[in-house]
Structures are given as structure tokens and as C-alpha cells.
């Protein structure tokens, strides 16, 4: 591997799908009740904790609403800002625009009101792959993994409104924990069931456990990057041939993961345009 509202997509509450294991929206309280201070401070202690864990404190501002941003709107912005960008940053960014376009085609608003969200979500995920992709070649140094780890954290400090944060912990919050607790889109689940092992459990855990610190004291960066983690793997599942178009299975992970992406992207490409330096792209045009 290398993740504001459209009208009528807001997220929808995800169900529990075939294949997931019981227990998937467990609460996420369990993983830390067993520390001293909540055990003197009890029931409030415990109240607190639980609302730390969804982003609620008393240092913690309230959510606000992400401004409502399409492909439309965004490429109006970019048409203003363009003159003063690198030829690699336009490129980037009116590729990104192209393909969120298209997603929103597909879109609840989309084809007459028809939608297709295993459509919608492959094109959204190259859009996103637009934004974020580093032609490696330029920089011998880094992998993919690091350049995806160090554009989520700049995404995230250049997020002064605190849209990303607000969107994983308040709108999509049910939608985080339960891919978080799902092993069906956790990469290392496959390649186990391929080995004929239980390796993945260990990892799986771990993985767990990082996320819920993320949670805990709101690293927004680590936790947008495990999330974006999981959705790849559903990616992987769509355009490698794995699932069934328009399949039941998995069906909330796909429509949850639409809807967080159709939110997510816009954001990402207005912070992109306040900022110059995003790495070198692939295929870049040549004449």
C-alpha cells in the first residue's frame, strides 16, 4: 500500500455482516477498565473513560460540521489556486477531483438516482490513491509504507478544524470499531488462511491494542492510518477479483467505508491545496 458530506451521504449505522465474528461491536471500554484510576474513581471513572474513548472531554471541543464540499466545488477552488501550484501538485490534484467526480456518479445522487457503491468506492479509492501516491523512484530512500505514514500525519497537522478527527470520532465512530475488531479486512488474516496457520491472531490483537491507544488519547494520524489499512484490504478485495459485485458479504464494510471516503477525500484535497510539497507523482505528463 502505498485514509464534506455530499447531499444525501451521510453514514449510515453499519450492521453486522456474514462472515463477521460475534462480539464485532463489543464496546471499546474493556480495554482499559483495569486501570488503578478508574477502580478508585468507579462508575464516574469508568463514565469518563467512556467518553475519552469517543472523543468527549472536557478539553474537547465540539464537533463541528464539515462544510459541504463536491467535485464541483473543489475544482472551482482548484481552477483559482492552480496558477501558483508545481505542474506535479496540479496534476495530482485534478486527477484526485477527476475520479472523486466520478464516484460521485455513482453516488445516492448519481445515474437517476441510482447508486452502486462497489463503483463508488473503487473510484474513490483512486482518488485517494491520486492524493497520496509518491512515485518511490524519486526518493531510493523511503518505501510506500513510510510515505503513506508521513501524509496521513501532515494531513493531520495541517487540519487545524479538526475535520478528520471529528469524522472518525463522532460520525463514523460505530464504523471504526467495528472494522478495527474485524478480521476479515485485516490483511494478515488472509495470508494465515492461505498458510494454513493462526499467526494472524497475534498481530491481530496487537493491532487491536494500537488502535484503542489510538482512541484513547486521540492520535488522529496512527488512527486514520490503521482505518485506511482496512479499507485497503477491502479495496484489494474489489479490484483484485476477490468479492462478488453487488455481494451481500461484507456489504456494510463497502457502503460504511463509501460513505467515509466520500467525506474524507474532499477534505483531503482542500488541505492539499494549502500546501505545496506532496512528493513526486506517477506517470507524469509527458509530451
Excluded at 222 to 235: E, K, T
Excluded at 255 to 264: A, W, Y
Amino acid at each position: 500500500m502505498a485514509s464534506k458530506p455530499l447531499s444525501g451521504q451521510g453514514a449510515d449505522q453499519p450492521s453486522q455482516t456474514r462472515g463477521e465474528p460475534v462480539g464485532c461491536g463489543k464496546p471499546l471500554i474493556t480495554a482499559t477498565i483495569g486501570h488503578p484510576s478508574l477502580l478508585l474513581a468507579g462508575k464516574l471513572g469508568i463514565y469518563l473513560v467512556r467518553l475519552r474513548l469517543i472523543g468527549w472531554t472536557r478539553h474537547q471541543e465540539q464537533p463541528r460540521a464539515v462544510s459541504p464540499v463536491n467535485a464541483e466545488a473543489l475544482h472551482n477552488s482548484f481552477r483559482e489556486l492552480r496558477e501558483g501550484l508545481s505542474e506535479n501538485q496540479s496534476i495530482r490534484l485534478h486527477r484526485a477531483i477527476s475520479w472523486l467526480r466520478c464516484a460521485e456518479g455513482y453516488g445516492l445522487n448519481g445515474n437517476n438516482g441510482k447508486s452502486d457503491d462497489d463503483i463508488a468506492f473503487i473510484a474513490l479509492w483512486i482518488a485517494f490513491n491520486a492524493c497520496y501516491a509518491i512515485d518511490d523512484e524519486s526518493d531510493p530512500g523511503t518505501d510506500s509504507r513510510t510515505n503513506f505514514d508521513r501524509f496521513t500525519r501532515k494531513l493531520c497537522e495541517l487540519d487545524q478544524e479538526h475535520r478528520i478527527h471529528n469524522l472518525l470520532w463522532m460520525k463514523y465512530s460505530q464504523f471504526v470499531r467495528l472494522i478495527i475488531d474485524n478480521k476479515y479486512v485485516f490483511a494478515p488474516f488472509w495470508t494465515s488462511a492461505r498458510a494454513g496457520n493462526s499467526d494472524w491472531e497475534s498481530s491481530f490483537a496487537q493491532s487491536k491494542k494500537l488502535a484503542l491507544h489510538a482512541l484513547a488519547n486521540n492520535d488522529t494520524p496512527l488512527l486514520l492510518s490503521i482505518i485506511l489499512d482496512r479499507l485497503y484490504v477491502l479495496r484489494n478485495q474489489l479490484v483484485h477479483g476477490g468479492a462478488t459485485y453487488k455481494s451481500q458479504v461484507n456489504r456494510s464494510q463497502v457502503r460504511d467505508g463509501k460513505n467515509l471516503l466520500f467525506e474524507l477525500i474532499p477534505v483531503c484535497i482542500e488541505l492539499m491545496l494549502t500546501e505545496e510539497d506532496w512528493g513526486e507523482i506517477y506517470y507524469p505528463v509527458v509530451d
